[in-house]
């Protein structure tokens, strides 16, 4: 297990000075991840050429987690999302395309930072 600080809340300072809200870290101020953590972002089409697990990080991805979802997986995937875990190409698309609308989908899909798990 490797970790990281949490960009998404640790902005305000040094590390203990994280949201408590955060729904990145759960105001922990680190997050964990498997494997080795890549910092270099890519484009969409790169990460989905990799053939390789991906993950985005776009400021819209934030709060997709907050609705009330009947299916399951559905909500195991907008879970894994909003988390900035690694999945691959299929369940990021499906998450995307169920919990956005097209013109957020395509702000995610051109300027979002794509991450290869490597």
């Known amino acids: 297990m490797s970790r990281k600080v949490c960009e998404f809340c640790e902005g305000y300072g040094k590390l203990g000075f994280q949201q408590e809200t955060c729904c990145y870290c759960d105001g922990k101020g680190?997050?964990?991840?498997?494997g080795e953590i890549n910092d270099k972002s890519v484009d969409f089409i790169t990460a989905i050429k990799s053939g390789k697990n991906i993950k985005v990080e776009h400021k819209y991805i934030k709060?997709?987690?907050?609705?009330?979802l009947e299916d399951i997986v559905m909500e195991d995937m907008v879970k894994a999302l909003n988390n900035g875990d690694y999945m691959n190409s299929n369940e990021i698309l499906c998450a995307l395309g169920w919990m956005t609308s097209s013109s957020m989908f395509n702000e995610i899909m051109l300027n979002g930072k794509w991450y290869i798990k490597e």
Do not use: A, H, T
Request: aromatic content about 10%.
């Open 30 to 34: 680190f997050i964990e991840s498997e």
């Open 63 to 68: 709060n997709l987690g907050s609705c009330n």
